[in-house]
């Protein structure tokens, strides 16, 4: 009987284990030490609300439009956060875009898909148009 309680002492255990390598490495992924310096650098680049809005109906791959409603750009989707109750500030729009998606949606994040300038223009669009 101990050596039944063992076993499954020992499989609890690397369960959790497991468990935990997985949170902490996605973790990890998310916050690679190179994303604070992109995040600075879009946040000092002259933006284009009118070029994000191209970006955020056309350009992206999904677009933004098909997940998060923004009026601004006749975006309508239930799909996830909807921009206009949020409002965003240009900062978290940045983080979100450059960190591969914002938890606990587990949204695509677009970090090799956008150039800093059209993470910038999403942003200034976004922070800019949403309510």
């Known amino acids: ?5 063992t076993q499954r002492l020992a ?8 468990t935990a390598a997985v949170v902490f490495g996605a973790i ?5 030490p190179g994303t604070g310096d992109r995040i600075s650098q879009v946040l000092e680049l002259e933006a284009d609300p009118g070029a994000g809005a191209e970006v955020y109906t056309d ?5 933004c439009a098909s997940c998060h ?5 006749d975006a309508d989707s239930d799909r996830a956060t909807d921009l206009d109750e949020l409002q ?7 983080v979100s875009l450059v960190t591969d998606g914002v938890e606990p949606h587990a949204a ?6 956008l150039s800093d300038q059209q993470v910038a223009d ?10």
């Open 59 to 63: 350009l992206a791959e999904p677009s």
């Open 88 to 94: 965003p500030d240009e900062r978290r729009v940045v």
């Open 11 to 18: 499989y609890a255990v690397t369960a959790v284990c497991l």
């Open 108 to 113: 695509q994040g677009y970090r090799s898909l």
């Open 28 to 32: 990890a992924s998310r916050t690679d």
């Open 122 to 131: 999403v942003a200034a669009l976004v922070a800019g148009r949403a309510g």
């Open 69 to 73: 409603s923004l009026a601004a750009v």
């Open 1 to 5: 009987m101990r050596h039944l309680y």
